[in-house]
């Protein structure tokens, strides 16, 4: 048995075990998880029918599409780890989530599994919440933005203020409110549809959220591009070569590409204006040019006879005209 399945079935051990009595709420509340344990009805495992559950949770995963490798291991060899409910307050026939959404999309898409295994638990909204964030707080694989989507769902549900969200999240108030601004400059809509986006980190989020503040463009503009980049991933999916990308940084990059700000262009060299070269004669005929450029004086001579001597004896040339020059500052 694999270490993680040994840490599932610890978990599961834990839960189904004879509870001691309910600790007092302050512990409840640090503890989320051993109250989940010590209200579970009579500690047993039951055998429900997926569409009694009802999955009313802060969305915390963004992308469920992913469950059909999981759905498949469950076909073949069983559900090896419950998931958790608790009873809805209004219908006895009905129960709600607390963790465990990716099992019970998967078995709510297999054709040969008709019950899913469950633990009942007593518990309250606020417990309730508490123990799948104790939850979500084990798990690795929630992106950045799924766990700022999160916290700012946290606290738009009525949960808490940041302060509490931070604690039960076990992070600094400072990245909640980071996480906070960064949903509410993107916009929680169209950050569901770019999806989790696994290999953007907090700067690149909080790069767009600066660009998309400072863009011009509309939420409905944002989300039209988004969009448009999505159907033109599920296009490319069905071609020859889909290639490896990642549909949401896909999306990703396409809003960003739409709102990042240009960078700056280089300042044109401005060329220094050349004179125009002066026609020299030799004999009364045009023999050459002398022009002034930004580096010196530049003299071009017709090829032939002439200026193979003058290439010959053009020190001598040179001397003389230079001593004709000093002569003429004495003077």
């Known amino acids: 048995m694999s270490d993680s399945k040994k840490k599932r079935m610890a978990m599961l051990d834990t839960l189904a075990a004879a509870g001691s009595p309910a600790p007092p709420p302050s512990m409840a509340a640090s503890r989320p ?20 559950i009802i999955d009313e949770r802060f969305t915390d995963r963004l992308d469920l599409t992913d469950v059909d490798d999981l759905r498949d291991s469950i ?48 518990l309250d909204q606020d417990h309730a919440i508490e123990a799948q964030i104790s939850e979500n707080m084990a798990r690795r694989d929630l992106s950045y933005i799924e766990k700022a989507l999160f916290a700012h769902e946290l606290i738009e549900g009525g949960f808490g203020n940041q302060t509490r969200v931070a604690e039960v999240l076990t992070v600094t108030k400072s990245s909640i409110s980071m996480a906070l601004g960064i949903i509410g400059a993107i916009g929680p809509d169209l950050v569901r549809i770019i999806g989790p986006a696994h290999a953007i980190g907090r700067p690149r989020w909080d790069a767009l959220a600066n660009a998309v ?107 003389e005209l230079h001593e004709r020059f000093e002569q003429r500052r004495e003077d």
């Open 75 to 122: 076909e073949a060899t069983g559900q090896t780890v419950p998931i958790l409910v608790r009873r809805h307050p209004k219908n006895a026939d009905q129960y709600l989530l607390v963790y465990g959404r990716r099992r019970l999309e998967a078995i709510r898409r297999s054709d040969s599994v008709q019950t899913i295994k469950a633990l009942i638990a007593n």
């Open 213 to 319: 503040e400072a863009s011009r463009l509309t939420p409905d503009a944002l989300m039209a591009i988004a969009g448009k980049a999505e159907d033109a991933y599920s296009i490319a999916s069905f071609s020859d070569n889909p290639g490896q990308s990642d549909r949401s940084v896909e999306i990703f990059e396409a809003v960003w590409d739409a709102v990042a700000p240009a960078a700056p262009s280089k300042p044109k060299r401005v060329k220094p204006k050349q004179q125009k070269g002066r026609t020299l004669t030799a004999a009364g005929k045009p023999t050459g040019t002398l022009s002034k450029t930004a580096s010196g004086l530049k003299l071009e001579l017709q090829s032939g006879a002439f200026a193979d001597w003058l290439e010959d004896q053009m020190q001598v040339v040179l001397d």
């Open 33 to 52: 998880l051993r109250a989940a344990r010590n209200a579970v009805d009579s500690h047993k495992v039951w055998d429900l029918d997926p569409n009694q």
